[in-house]
């Protein structure tokens, strides 16, 4: 063995531990670039193969020659005099870049199946596009899009942040984090409850408007385990880490039930239901609460009420008492007529009574209403259009309605 390949052996085998490659894929690499460099050379063979012996470091050029088939019909060695100097320009360049290669790909790896997982990085710059994190060996990607409107990530800050997807690019592996995603909430909990590690307690559903508040339905399957008092913590310690990483976001934890009844009116909480009236067809929950109860189950702006719906996946209704009372009774004493609404030639709309006699155009109605006249109420006998008003020209109390028209964007467990 001679002094220079001991020397470039030890030196392959020291890069091979630093960076976490093995032997042989550097000599793979060294071996495929040889075979490009004896090819360039005017009297090397169409054919051949190039050996690097992993003991001695010796390298070899077989020319060879094939048949029609592929197959290796004859072989010989055709080690150039000089290709020892050729190899060692080569060497460095190839090794290199399959360095560069080989770690592209091992970070890859790494977080290739991660996704859905949570990171904590160091904000290393943020601009009004994006923010970037850095992981150790890799940086992160936080797009506008999944930041939280009014959070602001200042340099050199620790960052908690989930996983959503890893992209391989030619300059190494993209990681797409988010600190908006519903996701986040649950590996958040999992980090401060052992008993959601463990599977004893569930997060069956989340609903969450980021930097706002948040509801999570959770479910034990341990009967010993109180699946809220898990996650709530001795005096409310568990929730508070979590809010605290959340920068102060509000978070309800209310009890899953599989009679949606029971859980429409844990996740209205704090608001105390009275009543909860199902239409399964149109996927309608009807809420009714107190009237001092009203503007609580509703929320700031609808908010309470909007997360419930996501939360539960029905359309909820909300009504204080008197605004059902008034619904209820408010036609009670009516005098009503059977009759539709047709168009006429014209192609106006007027209300034809059953019974005959002359049609009422709507601005007729409606001016006879406004006098307070009372009297006819239309009611069509055939489930025709109709347009009840009272003696008052008044109607039902008002209602306050929560869509889930946007529950598929949250995810549930």
């Not at 470091?57 to 100097?85: A, H, K, M, S």
């Not at 005096?235 to 102060?248: C, I, K, P, Q």
């Amino acid at each position: 063995m001679s002094k220079t390949n001991f020397e470039f052996l030890d030196a392959l085998g020291q890069i091979a531990r630093d960076k976490g490659i093995s032997v042989e894929t550097l000599l793979d690499a060294l071996a495929n670039a040889l075979v490009a460099a004896y090819k360039r050379r005017p009297d090397a063979a169409e054919e051949a193969v190039v050996t690097i012996d992993p003991d001695s470091g010796e390298i070899r050029v077989y020319g060879q020659e094939l048949d029609d088939d592929g197959n290796v019909v004859r072989e010989w060695d055709d080690t150039p005099d000089d290709f020892g100097r050729i190899a060692a320009q080569t060497a460095k360049q190839v090794i290199l870049q399959r360095i560069r290669e080989v770690e592209r790909d091992l970070k890859y790896e790494e977080y290739a199946g991660r996704e859905g997982d949570i990171v904590t990085g160091i904000v290393q710059q943020t601009d009004n596009r994006y923010t970037l994190l850095d992981l150790g060996k890799v940086e992160a990607l936080l797009p506008q899009a999944e930041q939280v409107s009014y959070e602001r990530y200042e340099h050199g800050a620790r960052l908690k942040a989930y996983i959503v997807e890893v992209r391989k690019t030619t300059k190494g592996p993209q990681i797409v984090v988010s600190r908006s995603h519903p996701g986040l909430i649950k590996r958040l909990f999992e980090l401060e409850v052992p008993e959601i590690s463990s599977g004893a307690v569930e997060i069956k559903a989340c609903a969450r408007e980021p930097g706002h508040r948040t509801k999570i339905a959770v479910w034990s399957n341990d009967s010993n385990v109180d699946p809220v008092g898990a996650c709530v913590g001795a005096r409310g310690s568990r929730v508070r880490m979590v809010t605290n990483e959340l920068r102060g976001e509000r978070v309800d934890v209310v009890p899953f039930s599989d009679d949606p009844i029971e859980l429409i009116q844990s996740a209205l909480a704090p608001a105390r239901v009275r009543e909860v009236r199902l239409d399964d067809e149109t996927g309608t929950a009807t809420v009714i609460v107190s009237d001092y109860q009203l503007s609580l189950a509703i929320g700031k702006e609808g908010q309470n009420a909007r997360l419930a719906a996501r939360l539960t996946g029905w359309r909820i209704d909300i009504k204080s008492e008197s605004q059902l009372a008034e619904e209820e009774s408010g036609y009670a004493g009516e005098e009503w007529a059977e009759g539709e609404w047709v168009e006429n030639e014209a192609g106006e709309m007027v209300w034809q009574p059953a019974e005959g006699g002359t049609a009422v155009s709507a601005s007729e109605w409606t001016q006879a209403a406004d006098a307070g006249d009372g009297g006819v109420v239309g009611e069509p006998a055939d489930g025709g259009a109709s347009a009840p008003t009272g003696a008052d020209g008044a109607g039902a109390g008002a209602t306050v309605e929560a869509t889930a028209e946007d529950q598929a964007g949250e995810e549930q467990a």
